[in-house]
């Protein structure tokens, strides 16, 4: 399995900030692990031929639908025509911002296989969550729910992120983010059989440069899905050279 790193640009990035990816792509020529990086859909385009194949470019979000009336929204087919090979789904903030739950994001996965993208799938439980100990039946459930009896390591990615994690410089202990990845590893093999064993599994929540060769260094962590520390690729990089070491 190649591991993958991917970043999240969230709703940051201009067309001033693509050096960065060209700053990534000189200062790690050939990663042992996959790149990715998703900017806001306006820069998918431009991104991908600043990137020319040499690192991945995906989307944030996808309509279920492959075109039709829907303003503002964009679809799979879009995202591949402008040159995503990914696109992250049912991520916490859409899930909170936008009121996404387990069927659409379903769907969205469904979608995104048709137009030939690669689905990362996240799942998370809050901080009230984690605090009255339900982590692993939230998760399994999201997991039940958003990810389609279609999925398979190939068209699947699967990431852990618990929403109280994320952008704030928090992170779960080791023990129980391995705790979360094995869990969601039985819950795949349950229902997919031998394939579980390919799904890449990402964490995703305050992953720096300081965490990631202790996260990365964890059973069933396949990656990382990172938001802030994706934006520069100085701070990228060291996260990409901390997966190609693990
Ligand atoms: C994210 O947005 O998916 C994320 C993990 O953000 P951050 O790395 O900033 O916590």
């Known amino acids: 399995m190649r591991k993958l790193a991917a970043g999240n640009w969230k709703m940051n990035g201009l ?3 693509l050096p960065e990816v060209t700053a990534l792509i000189a200062a790690h020529p050939s990663p042992s692990c996959d790149v990715l990086l998703c900017p806001p859909s306006t820069l998918v385009a431009a991104m991908a031929s600043t990137a020319a194949g040499r690192i991945a470019v995906g989307g944030q979000d996808c309509h279920p639908k492959a075109s039709g009336a829907h303003t503002g929204d964009i679809s799979a087919a879009m995202l591949k025509d402008a040159g995503a090979s990914y696109v992250i789904l049912g991520h916490s903030e859409r899930r909170a911002d936008h009121g996404e739950g387990d069927a659409l994001v379903r769907a969205k996965a469904e979608a995104a ?3 030939g993208l690669i689905a990362i799938i996240c799942v998370g439980e809050t901080e009230a969550e984690r605090d ?6 939230v998760i399994g459930t999201q997991l039940a729910g958003s990810v389609p009896d279609g999925a398979s390591s190939a068209n699947t990615v699967i990431a852990y992120e618990p929403v109280w994690a994320i952008g704030t410089g928090r992170t779960p202990t080791l023990p129980e983010i391995a705790e979360v990845h094995a869990d969601i590893r039985a819950r795949l093999t349950a229902r ?3 394939d579980a064993a390919g799904f890449r ?3 995703g929540g305050s992953v720096r440069q300081s965490n990631a ?3 990365f260094a964890l059973p069933n962590v396949d990656g990382a899905l990172v938001g802030g520390a994706s934006l520069k690729a100085s701070d990228f990089g060291a996260i990409v050279a901390a997966l190609s070491a693990a």
Not at 132 to 137: R, W
């Open 15 to 17: 067309t001033a900030q």
């Open 113 to 115: 296989w048709v137009a």
């Open 132 to 137: 009255a100990g339900k982590t692993l039946a």
């Open 192 to 194: 997919f059989g031998a």
């Open 201 to 203: 599994l990402l964490y």
């Open 213 to 215: 060769a202790e996260i």
